[in-house]
């Protein structure tokens, strides 16, 4: 890291050190694709939110409790289901019968790290309740605002089977997840190690590899990492393209060129630089922008389209190198 982040060296003087710890750390409890892991640091270090598209039994809330514990994080787990009501999720005023008070009592979304298990499982006024919190970091309550922590993260999950009774996320909502992705099922030698040696190592309890000060000051390192404009003019290029084709009903949003470009920052942070490659946003743009798209034909719940779609479109526009 260049001369520009010497205001957090004392606090952070080796951030690749650090976020090697991190993957040490996690590779006790995750044998699969790497790249699940960096996603995962992208998410929190670009202060952003996560959709996991997976079937049950794939190590999601054990991944996503343990990346919180390695990163010092408080952690709650929400279970979505059809009679789940927002008061569930925010909290309420409850009534003491000692003062003649009514006393606000926060639910498991006053936490760092949430784990919203099956969200789609959730009425749609459930869902609502999390666009406020995920996009302005607060949630309104008996007309009072209450602030959520400053590294407040959802990783919400959703099954790809299983749709019987569930509510599809509206569009607004995918719109506010950084990332989408899924874990997928381990390669056949992962999840053999799954039934030996793995069975002891994942018993060592997890530690947390840094505090609340080096964490901040990872996503600091984020914010000043460089883009350069013709990196930036890229992004822009490929989501104004993506509203102009026909195939598309919902291209991409503004928010969604800035999601993408502060991704693509944090993904070179954890590679080590303090610059973003092109490579960074290409490895970034489907995980990052296909939840977002939505085509004229194609099945519900289906990212095929969308991903050809956007391989089509990334094939118009030429990488800046």
């Not at 979304?109 to 999390?130: C, G, P, V």
């Not at 919190?133 to 008996?142: P, R």
Request: glycine letters at 6%; aromatic letters at 6%.
């Amino acid at each position: 890291m260049d001369s520009k982040v010497t205001d957090i060296a004392d606090l952070i003087s080796d951030p690749l050190d650090l976020v090697k710890q991190i993957r040490a750390m996690l590779a006790r409890v995750w044998l699969g694709d790497e790249l699940i892991l960096d996603l995962l640091l992208v998410t929190v270090l670009a202060k952003g939110h996560l959709l996991l598209e997976d079937v049950p039994g794939v190590g999601k809330t054990t991944l996503a409790k343990n990346l919180a514990r390695a990163l010092g994080m408080e952690f709650n787990r929400v279970q979505f289901t059809n009679d789940i009501l927002p008061a569930d999720i925010l909290g309420g005023s409850v009534y003491n019968p000692v003062d003649g008070n009514f006393n606000f009592v926060p639910g498991p979304i006053f936490t760092d790290f949430l784990l919203a298990d099956e969200i789609n499982r959730a009425s749609t006024r459930s869902q609502s309740a999390f666009l406020q919190a995920m996009e302005e970091g607060g949630v309104s309550i008996d007309g009072v605002n209450h602030a959520l922590s400053e590294r407040f993260t959802v990783i919400a999950t959703q099954n790809p089977i299983d749709y019987d009774s569930t509510n599809p996320l509206p569009e607004a909502q995918l719109d506010r997840f950084l990332i989408a992705t899924s874990i997928g099922y381990p390669q056949r030698d992962q999840e053999l190690a799954l039934h030996g040696e793995y069975q002891q190592v994942s018993k060592q309890p997890i530690e947390a590899v840094i505090n609340a000060d080096q964490f901040s000051g990872l996503q600091q390192l984020v914010d000043q990492a460089y883009l350069h404009p013709e990196l930036s003019q890229y992004i822009v290029d490929l989501a104004r393209m993506s509203r102009e084709e026909e195939e598309l009903r919902l291209g991409i949003s503004p928010r969604g060129s800035m999601h993408l470009a502060q991704a693509a920052k944090a993904m070179a942070v954890i590679r080590g630089r303090d610059a973003v490659i092109a490579e960074d946003i290409q490895q970034l743009i489907m995980p990052v922008w296909s939840h977002r798209l939505l085509p004229r034909h194609g099945r519900d719940q289906d990212r095929t389209a969308s991903v050809e779609l956007l391989e089509a479109l990334m094939r118009r526009v030429p990488l800046p190198r």
